[in-house]
């Protein structure tokens, strides 16, 4: 079984560019999180999508972060634009059951540098 | 402001000894503790979980130990090994909860951890 893939592994952007972060949870898993690590601190909660839903995105830092999930299939988070702090690693996680929500399954992440 | 403290930032074991990280929460409505492991180039992998009900959970060289009235808990690796070597990361969640950030994992900032052969 697949697990969790992110995409791109690793993207360096300007100031005020837009960049477009895709994950592909694992087969049958409703749930998709996102979390972003800024270097030196710790990983932190985004959102989360229950199947194209999204059931809780107090995490996300401001209106300039875009999260979908059409179909309920795989997700997107878009940055746009681009700031220095939006620099880290975005990692997405899924599960199954969210009454267990320690099963969460975490990808590689995306290693976003923003010049 | 930080809900889960995590120490020491680096730990430097030599092989064979125990490896021991600790962490602190601040939200009494926590009610699951899982410890995730992160090799580079990797996303984090649940290691091992605790529930409050609890004060002690083994699996192999793991052992979480749990302490509600001080709320605390530990990671101990009996045994260190080099590959044992990697980042690891506490975490507390509210199961069964949802919204106003519940529905996530609440991290430390990690412990490096290093095991000299």
């Known amino acids: 079984e697949a697990g969790v893939t992110q995409f791109p592994s690793h993207s360096v952007i300007e100031k005020g560019q837009t960049v477009t972060l895709r994950c592909d949870p694992i087969?049958?898993?409703?749930?998709l999180y996102w979390y972003r690590r800024v270097m030196g601190k710790e990983i932190k909660f985004l959102l989360h999508?229950?199947?194209?839903?999204?059931?809780?995105e107090s995490g996300m830092p401001n209106n300039r972060f875009l999260a979908e999930r059409t179909g309920g299939t795989y997700s997107t988070l878009k940055v746009q634009p681009a700031e220095l702090e939006d620099s880290g690693v975005y990692f997405c996680?899924?599960?199954?059951?969210?009454?267990?929500?320690?099963?969460?399954?975490f990808g590689p992440g995306t290693r976003l540098l923003v010049l | 402001q930080q809900q889960v403290k995590q120490s020491p930032q680096s730990l430097i074991v030599q092989k064979g000894g125990i490896s021991i990280i600790n962490c602190a929460y601040e939200?009494?409505?926590?009610?699951?503790f899982p410890w995730y492991q992160q090799f580079p180039g990797k996303g984090p992998a649940l290691l091992i979980a605790?529930?409050?009900?609890?004060s002690e959970k083994k699996e192999g060289r793991f052992t979480i130990s749990f302490n509600k009235s001080a709320k605390q808990f530990s990671l101990h690796i009996m045994d260190s090994q080099p590959g044992d070597s990697a980042t690891y990361f506490c975490?507390?969640?509210?199961?069964?909860?949802?919204?106003?950030?519940?529905?996530?994992?609440?991290f430390g900032k990690g412990t490096h951890l290093i095991i000299q052969p």
């Open positions: 996680a899924s599960s199954q059951d969210r009454g267990r929500k320690e099963t969460q399954y």
């Open positions: 087969s049958g898993h409703d749930n």
């Open positions: 999508f229950v199947k194209e839903s999204k059931q809780d």
């Open positions: 939200n009494t409505a926590f009610d699951y």
């Open positions: 605790i529930r409050p009900d609890v």
């Open positions: 975490a507390a969640s509210i199961v069964g909860y949802s919204g106003g950030g519940a529905d996530g994992l609440t």
